[in-house]
């Protein structure tokens, strides 16, 4: 079932050249913040280039139910009043943050150090995730949550009345938990310290100085430390949200695998936290360029252009990077499927607590898809063919997936026989416009599977 609805079944063919220009939306990670912040600060921020996928869509909705005014003025264009550092009201109704796990946990952390009382749901997907790793930091915060076995939703937090600041290491390299317990620090006195081992997206730290809230980071041995200063009075912000550089990784990989592409893709974010996949696309030999780079609203930004790219070669992909391409790893399975030799993914456990297990996923679909791939608990291996490769001929499971269907849509454009999806429905979640903008570029979708 897809997130809201009927199932979508959806079918990619292998298509002529991918031409032209691909306008892909808003970053959806900078989108959630700039609505949780905004709700946070006294006064009116106004946000262009808002994500509009329902993701963010619950999260405006979220931020409406603690009391802020959440006001859409036109395409992207979105104004919050803010109700101010521990201003947030008890919502009278369930918060169904539907599939989004940026969404529910960045709000648990909003919430936490208030003295309000609020239950959370999500779909099916996301009610299979875990939320220890949020109410396990909140709790030293002050905050109770009570939820399913496993730190299941639906579950109910107890925002804390007098919350105490905290020091936490984050065990797992996660920007959502980082984000949460960041996002109970403001309303905490004192000065709360987050210390991640491994930098992830710092897309929350860099809003949060353009807020006016106090913070420094310090690189020590333990890695990386966040020291926020609590109980800011923050100050609205006028924010442009930067084009997606998880969306932008799409019309990419199928401008790199499909013969006689060449398709640009303007106005995408490359924060060095979030880049990761270009830059080992780049190492397979890919043909991706970056043009008219520059800088946006304080993010790094270029225009990216993909052209086919017949002599790409699988690699090593370092460790170290996951965090910075964490959510490319399903559409990097398929580049790998088209490039030469083993693209091997390691340190990528994480990939089995998202949306659904994407190591599972992607494995399952690609060796339906006639190529040959390997996985461990926290690693897969995918032995390339080179371009035209890949056979084809499958229907493959989504699990409520967005990256999921959208990469195995790409995968039938360049593959030898159709690849369909059981439901393309979660592509709504983050890139509502996907279909129409590939099909644009020339790729030969349809609805319905073989
Ligand atoms: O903070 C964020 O906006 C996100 C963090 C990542 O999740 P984790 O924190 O679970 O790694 C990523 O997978 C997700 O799509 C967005
Ligand atoms: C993992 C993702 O999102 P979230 O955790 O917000 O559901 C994603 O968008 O790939």
Request: proline share 7%.
């Amino acid at each position: 079932m897809s997130a809201h609805g009927d199932p979508i079944p959806m079918t990619a063919r292998r298509s002529g050249p991918l031409k032209g220009e691909a306008v892909v939306p808003g970053d959806k990670s900078i989108s959630h913040r700039a609505l949780i912040l905004g709700a946070l600060a006294v006064g009116e921020t106004r946000i262009s280039g808002l994500l509009e996928g329902q993701d963010v869509l619950d999260t405006a909705r979220a931020m409406r139910a603690f009391g802020a005014e959440v006001t859409h003025e036109g395409p992207g264009a979105w104004t919050v009043q803010g109700v101010g550092v521990g201003g947030f009201a008890e919502p009278p109704d369930v918060i169904d943050c539907g599939n989004s796990g940026t969404g529910v946990r960045l709000i648990m952390g909003a919430m936490a150090t208030s003295p309000v009382t609020a239950t959370f749901t999500g779909d099916a997907s996301l009610r299979k995730r875990p939320m220890g790793r949020v109410t396990e930091p909140l709790a030293l915060f002050g905050t109770r949550a009570f939820g399913r076995q496993g730190g299941r939703l639906p579950m109910t937090l107890i925002g804390a009345a007098e919350p105490v600041p905290v020091r936490y290491a984050v065990p797992v390299p996660s920007a959502q938990v980082k984000s949460a317990v960041l996002l109970a620090g403001l309303n905490a006195p004192g000065e709360t310290v987050v210390i991640e081992r491994e930098a992830t997206r710092d897309h929350t730290e860099r809003m949060l100085a353009g807020f006016g809230a106090t913070l420094r980071v310090e690189d020590g041995a333990e890695g990386r430390a966040i020291v926020l200063t609590g109980q800011p009075e923050l100050r609205p912000q006028t924010i442009a949200v930067p084009r997606d550089p998880s969306s932008a990784a799409f019309p990419v990989a199928a401008g790199l695998i499909v013969e006689g592409s060449d398709v640009l893709v303007p106005g995408i974010g490359l924060n060095p936290t979030r880049a990761g996949l270009f830059t080992t696309l780049r190492e397979m030999g890919a043909d991706l360029s970056y043009e008219n780079a520059r800088e946006e609203g304080g993010e790094p930004v270029a225009d990216l252009r993909a052209r086919f790219s017949p002599d790409m070669t699988g690699i090593e992909v370092p460790p170290g990077r996951a965090p910075s391409m964490i959510d490319e790893y399903p559409i990097l399975a398929v580049v790998a499927a088209f490039a030469d030799g083993a693209t091997v993914m390691r340190g990528i456990g994480e990939l089995r607590v998202k949306e659904c297990d994407r190591i599972a996923a992607m494995v399952t679909g690609l060796r339906a898809c006639g190529a040959e791939v390997e996985e461990g608990e926290d690693w897969m291996i995918v032995h390339g063919h080179g371009p035209g490769s890949l056979p084809g001929g499958a229907t493959c499971a989504t699990h409520l997936d967005h990256r999921i269907a959208m990469s195995f849509l790409c995968a039938g454009l360049a593959a030898q026989r159709q690849v369909s999806i059981d439901d393309g429905g979660p592509i709504a979640t983050s890139f509502p416009i996907f279909e129409g903008l590939m099909a644009a570029l020339g790729a030969a979708f349809a609805r319905g599977t073989e």
